[in-house]
């Protein structure tokens, strides 16, 4: 705790002295974010655009229970208008759960992808509907070069 002060000191210091504009400090903090948590942790533009989403929430859960190790990954995606969303949610849940499994470099950590989809009344954003998919991350995960071809 002693160390972390003066490095915190000097990177506040740091930051305030620098003539940079904000987006640049935006990008490289996002950056280490990114880079801390795993490549792919926030969400591509590519699943955004599936369902034209207003914006997506990314929560990384971990439990211990009875014994038992349980890590989720829970993918908020909130206010969706892409017409195929009310006509396929199920498929359209399965397919943004394959690109983030892709796409996140510690996928392999959990057990479990939870897609939510989160719908607000514009008039009242106290009514909300949801609904959520879960699927398996090894059900997700599709090894592109099977060593065995499935023949045994």
């Known amino acids: 705790m002693k160390v972390s002060g003066p490095i915190f000191l000097l ?8 003539a940079c504009d904000g987006e640049t400090v935006f990008k490289g903090i996002m950056w280490s974010m990114n880079k801390l948590a795993g490549d792919g942790y926030f969400p591509s533009s590519e699943i955004m655009a599936i369902g034209n989403f207003e914006r997506v929430e990314v929560n990384m859960q971990k439990s211990f229970h009875d014994g038992v190790r349980y890590n989720e990954v829970e993918l908020r995606l909130i206010n969706g208008r892409g017409p195929q969303l009310h006509v396929g949610e199920e498929i359209i849940a399965r397919k943004v759960a394959e690109i983030y499994a892709v796409e996140f470099s510690k996928i392999n ?44």
């Open 11 to 18: 990177l506040v210091l740091w930051l305030s002295s620098c």
């Open 109 to 152: 950590e959990y057990d479990a992808v939870k897609i939510t989809f989160i719908q607000t009344d514009p008039f009242n954003p106290d009514n909300l509907a949801m609904s959520e998919y879960h699927f398996r991350v090894e059900d997700l995960i599709v090894d592109q070069n099977p060593v065995d071809y499935g023949l045994q």
